[in-house]
Structures are given as C-alpha cells and as structure tokens.
C-alpha cells in the first residue's frame, strides 16, 4: 500500500482537492436555492445557465467572469465555447431561456425545467460568489430582460 502523505501538497494535488471543495459549496447553494436534492441536476443547471450567460458576453467579460470561477466550474464554464464568435444579441432573452431549457433537456427522475427559476438561483449564486465590481460588469452587459432575472443588487 503506498501512502502519500503529504505528498500531495508537493505534486500541487492540493489544489484539485481545494477547487472540488469550493465546487461542491457552489453546487449546495445552488441546491438550496432551487429545493434539489441531486447534485448532478444541480450541475447540469449551472453549467447550462454558465453556457447561456457566456454565449451572450463580449470576450474580456467572459475572460474575466470565468478568472473567478473555481478550476473545476471554470472547466465546464469553458466547455464548447468557441472564442471567435460574436455574443449572441437576445435583447428579449427569449434564447438565454430557451438555451438553458435545451441543455437541461428532459431526464428520468430529473426536476421539470423552469429555465427562469434557474437561471435566477444561479445568479444569486454568483451574486454571492463573485466579486461585486466583476457582477456589476457582467449585468451591464446583458439586456434587461436577463438582467431582471438576476437578485436585486446588493
């Protein structure tokens, strides 16, 4: 049997285990928020809201929002983007919407979709986790249609 000890925090694994702890409190949160019970449901809602959000920033705003992601939501905030393209115009957020409903799908045992319902518990996960200079920027950015979906300021 080999024992690392600490060697873990030698390899730099000390850092994934860090960035699996603060994605699980994320997850809980966003848990409470929306009265889930399964993480895995909890993930798929934050990663297809991340995705939404994403696809309607300009490039230094998605930069900047995923900095302050942890490494493991920054990840599948990351995932399929595709940096040449131009943000999506949604000014009636009609597509933000229908864009989390798409992802979220329809799964046995899953939660019905009500895209709003998440889109708002996970704003108010990142109202709560993110700097609030970067949360100001990035609510500038979005029409008001989104933007209403957000907490009230803080």
């Known amino acids: 049997m080999v024992y690392w000890g600490n060697a873990m925090s030698t390899l730099g694994l000390a850092g994934f285990d860090h960035t699996v702890q603060l994605t699980h409190r ?29 696809d309607r920033l300009p490039l230094p705003e998605i930069a900047q929002l995923g900095a302050q992601l942890p490494l493991l939501l920054r990840g599948a905030y990351y995932e399929g983007w595709r940096p040449g393209k131009r943000p999506l115009k949604d000014r009636y957020g009609r597509g933000f919407i229908e864009a989390i409903e798409k992802s979220m799908g329809r799964r046995p045992g899953q939660p019905p979709v009500n895209a709003k319902r998440i889109a708002g518990a996970v704003f108010a996960v990142l109202d709560r986790r993110v700097s609030r200079g970067e949360i100001c920027q990035v609510r500038n950015c979005l029409p008001a249609a989104i933007r209403s979906l957000w907490p009230e300021e803080r």
């Open 26 to 54: 994320w997850l809980k949160e966003l848990m409470l928020e929306l009265g889930w019970k399964r993480r895995n449901h909890a993930m798929l809602a934050l990663r297809a809201t991340l995705h939404a959000l994403r």
